[in-house]
């Protein structure tokens, strides 16, 4: 496995918010939804085994974090209140989903829009 290219300096989570809150040794802080977290977990079972193969997720408003475990010293395994727990979240998937979140969530909420779900505030 290749080395992160960023290492976080704190990780804390906000259950009431439903917020994970990450900072990286660049001194960067983000915060990312614990929704978006979920929708764009980098398990097969959200991100199938190829290109075209993601499955879009559905009714995650509400979603939490349950439990945050280390995987090794690279990556987290992200526990949700839902029972999805199957995704390694890398230091760099971490930091590459903090820094295009903006991106990423309008394509989810496209994404949402596309399939006729509406999203429940």
Not at 64 to 79: K, S, W
Not at 85 to 111: M, P, Q, V
């Amino acid at each position: 496995m290749a080395a992160n290219k960023h290492t976080p300096t704190e990780l804390k989570l906000h259950k009431e918010s439903r917020i994970l809150e990450i900072a990286f040794d660049d001194k960067e802080k983000y915060e990312l939804p614990c929704e978006l977290l979920r929708v764009y977990s980098p398990s097969a079972e959200v991100q199938g085994h190829g290109p075209g193969q993601e499955t879009l997720q559905k009714g995650k408003e509400k979603v939490n974090i349950d439990a945050i475990e280390p995987v090794g010293n690279y990556a987290v395994c992200l526990r949700f209140d839902d029972g999805h727990d199957t995704g390694i979240y890398s230091w760099d998937f971490l930091h590459d989903l903090a820094t295009n979140k903006d991106k990423k969530w309008e394509t989810y909420l496209s994404r949402l829009e596309q399939a006729g779900y509406k999203r429940k505030a």
